[in-house]
């Protein structure tokens, strides 16, 4: 399982504990969530985010 981060405001999604808040149940991988979902934080688009090594 990974981390992402969104560049725009920092918000982290972490693929263990998805983001029930918007419907995206724990493990999901950053892939399989929808293109439309955006940041909780900021709205940005899934194309803000980047893989945290």
């Known amino acids: ?6 560049t725009i405001c920092g ?3 972490d693929e263990e ?4 808040d ?3 149940a724990p493990g999901t991988r950053f ?3 929808p293109d439309d ?6 709205g940005a688009g899934k194309d803000a985010y980047e ?3």
């Open 11 to 13: 918000h982290i999604y």
């Open 37 to 42: 979902w955006v940041c909780p934080e900021c």
């Open 1 to 6: 399982m990974a981390k992402w981060e969104c």
């Open 17 to 20: 504990k998805g983001d029930p």
């Open 22 to 24: 918007t419907g995206i």
């Open 31 to 33: 892939e399989d969530i």
């Open 51 to 53: 893989k945290i090594e």
